[in-house]
């Protein structure tokens, strides 16, 4: 499996899969994997050829008495399942990367308008 942190790794993967003409599936999550993520990457195995996993803790999904600082982070341990169930590309996201202006600022590299 291979591991990326950068949006631009992501679109260079499935662009050149996409090229190949070869299915993708996707799968984002917190992180903390369970049976019922893990189950989700099964389904994207049956039904495509690729299977990319995104983890990422957003803080903007916590409200004001929810602790994002104490959400439960077990990455080697994701990482490990995620080699065992045979996906292909794991997304570990930054806040920066994310929201390069800030989480405070509000709309987050995907949601930008032109």
């Known amino acids: 499996m291979q591991t990326v942190h950068t949006i631009a790794d992501v ?3 499935v662009g050149a ?5 070869l299915r993708i599936g996707f799968v984002p999550t917190m992180g903390n994997l369970h049976g019922g993520h ?3 990457i099964e389904k994207a195995k049956q039904h ?4 990319v996993v995104s983890i990422y803790v957003n803080p903007l999904q916590f409200g004001p008495n929810e602790d994002y600082d104490s959400y439960p982070r ?13 996906v292909d590309l794991l997304y570990a996201a930054s806040t920066t ?3 390069p202006e800030g989480s405070d600022k509000g ?8």
């Open 38 to 40: 893990l189950t989700l």
């Open 17 to 21: 899969r996409r090229a190949q003409g």
């Open 74 to 86: 077990t990455t080697e341990q994701d990482q490990q399942l995620l080699t065992e169930h045979g």
């Open 48 to 51: 495509c050829d690729v299977v």
């Open 11 to 13: 679109q260079a993967f």
């Open 97 to 99: 990367e994310i929201y």
């Open 107 to 114: 709309g987050c590299r995907f949601c930008r308008r032109s």
